[in-house]
Nanobody
Framework: QVQLVESGGCLVQPGGSLRLSCAAS????????MEWYRQGPGKPREFVAV???????IYADSAKGRFIISRDNAKNTVYLQLNGLKIEDTAVYYC?????WGQGTQVTVSS
C-alpha cells in the first residue's frame, strides 16, 4: 500500500503561481514514476506530468512551458510548480503512483 497526500491548492488570480506537493508514505520502494493528473469541472481526469525516480519528465501539451514537476526522493515528495495560471487550469489536482491515488487538492483560478 502507498498513501499519497496532496497539498497546496488554493484560489489564485490569473497569471499567478502556485506550488503543489504530494507526500508519499507506505511501501514507497514500489514507486518509480510519480504523476500529476487534474480534473476540471465537467471534464474527465487528464494527465498533466510525470517524473521518474531518476528525474526524467514528460508533460502534457497544456503544461509545457508553464508547469514544472520535480521530486525530492529523500522526502518521498513530488511537486508541481504551476506558473502563468489560466482560468482553464481550474481543477482538482491529483497525485498518482502505481495504482494509488491521492485525495486531490483544489486549484481555482479566478479574478
Amino acid at each position: 500500500q502507498v498513501q499519497l497526500v496532496e497539498s497546496g491548492g488554493c484560489l489564485v488570480q490569473p497569471g499567478g503561481s502556485l506550488r503543489l506537493s504530494c507526500a508519499a508514505s507506505g511501501n514507497i520502494f514500489m514507486i518509480n514514476n510519480m504523476e500529476w493528473y487534474r480534473q476540471g469541472p465537467g471534464k474527465p481526469r487528464e494527465f498533466v506530468a510525470v517524473i521518474s525516480r531518476g528525474g526524467s519528465t514528460i508533460y502534457a501539451d497544456s503544461a509545457k512551458g508553464r508547469f514544472i514537476i520535480s521530486r525530492d526522493n529523500a522526502k518521498n515528495t513530488v511537486y508541481l510548480q504551476l506558473n502563468g495560471l489560466k482560468i482553464e487550469d481550474t481543477a482538482v489536482y491529483y497525485c498518482h503512483a502505481n495504482q494509488f491515488w491521492g485525495q486531490g487538492t483544489q486549484v481555482t483560478v479566478s479574478s
